[in-house]
């Protein structure tokens, strides 16, 4: 079969399983059809995404020296990715109740309201109440959000406070992604279809289309910011980059690595503009970042030292400090080490997973996005063993109570680390067997 055939059967064959998911209703109850259909969505796109990255001289998908883009795969990923976005969009989030308080939050920023001054259920939000505040959590805690997410929040609900309306804003913005990853694939000399490492990516396309979550907004700007750096145009990329960090705020993971770089005026643009983005909530004053305080002391989910820490008898404060100290010194280490800004990305993103008490599995959408240019074995198989962690949900639902297997997390981590190293083993026995077959034939007599 054609690499255009087979990419197509691979796709139909996704599409099924992602089109079955709007299907199966409240997937609070039913997690585990949810799971099912997520696995076999994850090795179809395992198969496709071995498809376009196998090395260039062995490469179907690889273009010669010199040769225009060959558009028709591209195309297809292209049409498969929009098609499987396009049947989550109508669906209800009830994976996660995130995007409701976007709206919620946005409905405010839309009316003139400060989100940082008041909890959802302060009495002064006492007009606004109604049947969108039974539906968010914490309501008890100010926003957690970046200024650059409110203001999105805002501009949707002046449109169309719906789920809907915030999922189909997605879509733009990953045009903006997929641009600026095909930008850095062809400068390295990779094929466009590596682009299926995102666009194919089921955790990526269930939890920005299905449940709504933010990140791809912050992976799209990151990896502007990214890619106009390397094109050495330091002020657009300082504007991207101060987008990305006001919408999530974990692209500062990048500052240390931008300093040894000695970017300037990279840097500089970013701080002027991330400044500007916060006036308009300026009023909030040191409320600005009382809910993520809150978020950064309290919250816990699904992280992979942390509760190794707590078992070992280290309190809650001890441990975040101690994960703190090694996120930073792993943080100065990878920023001295890496070769390129997105290795460095990549490696950073990874030790802030790695390090934090709380990682959901939509926290992967920025590391999902750097895939096609690094398509770490561990990574990949990572964000899918990730949505086990919704394994107690239906239990949760039902009870109140979560209450969490404790196989999940070795399931998850331990694929995670087992996959990294054997491609690692793999990777060095073939080159190994390189290394001796070229003595070889330096050796033959002739």
């Known amino acids: 079969m054609s690499l255009h055939g087979l990419l197509l059967f691979l796709g139909l064959l996704f599409l099924a399983a992602i089109a079955a998911i709007p299907a199966l209703g409240d997937l609070r109850v039913r997690t585990g059809a949810l799971l099912a259909l997520w696995a076999i969505a994850h090795a179809i796109y395992l198969a496709a995404a071995r498809l376009v990255t196998v090395p260039a001289e062995r490469s179907p998908c690889a273009s010669p020296p010199g040769a225009r883009p060959r558009l028709a795969p591209l195309w297809i990923v292209i049409g498969v990715a929009l098609l499987a976005r396009a049947v989550l969009i109508p669906s209800q989030p009830t994976l996660s109740e995130d995007l409701y308080r976007y709206l919620w939050d946005g409905r405010l920023v839309a009316r003139g309201f400060n989100p940082y001054l008041h909890a959802p259920d302060d009495p002064s939000l006492a007009p606004f109440r109604d049947r969108l505040l039974e539906r968010i959590n914490h309501r008890n805690v100010p926003t957690i959000y970046p200024p650059a997410a409110e203001l ?3 501009a949707v609900a002046r449109i169309e406070p719906s789920p809907r309306a915030f999922k189909l804003a997605m879509l733009p913005l990953e045009a903006v992604l997929w641009i600026a990853l095909l930008f850095l694939l062809r400068r390295r000399g990779l094929a466009d279809e590596r682009l299926l490492l995102l666009a194919w990516n089921p955790l990526v396309v269930i939890e920005s289309y299905g449940s709504g979550h933010l990140d791809l907004m912050a992976a799209a700007f990151l990896t ?3 890619a106009m750096s390397e094109a050495k145009r330091a002020a657009s990329a300082g ?14 993971l990048l500052v240390p690595y931008l300093v040894r770089k000695r970017a300037v005026l990279l840097l500089g643009v970013a701080a002027a503009v991330s400044a500007l983005f916060f006036l308009p909530f ?4 040191a409320s600005l970042w009382k809910g993520l305080a809150t978020y950064a002391e309290h919250w816990e989910f699904n992280g992979s030292l942390y509760p190794l820490l707590r078992a070992a008898g280290a309190t809650v404060r001890t441990s975040r400090l101690i994960l703190a100290a090694a996120l930073a010194v792993a ?3 990878i920023s001295l080490r890496a070769r390129s800004a997105t290795g460095a990305a990549v490696g950073l993103y990874t030790a802030y997973l790695l390090a934090s008490p709380t990682v959901y599995p939509w926290d992967l959408v920025p590391l999902a996005a750097l895939l096609p240019l690094h398509p770490n074995a561990g990574l990949l198989a990572f964000s899918g063993l990730v949505a086990l962690s919704y394994v107690p949900l239906p239990a949760y639902h039902a009870t109140g109570a979560w209450t969490e297997p404790g196989w999940i997390r070795w399931a998850e981590y331990g694929g995670l680390a087992a996959a990294a190293l054997v491609a690692a083993w793999i990777g060095r026995r073939g080159e190994a067997q390189a290394r001796r077959a070229a003595w070889a034939s330096e050796t033959r007599p002739t």
Do not use: D, S
């Not at 504007?239 to 500062?252: E, G, M, Q, S, W």
């Not at 300026?282 to 004053?285: I, L, T």
């Open 152 to 154: 999105l929040f805002g």
């Open 224 to 226: 502007l910011a990214l």
């Open 239 to 252: 504007v991207a980059l101060a987008v990305a960090i006001v919408t999530k705020y974990t692209p500062l």
């Open 282 to 285: 300026a009023e909030a004053g």
């Open 331 to 333: 943080g100065l280490w």
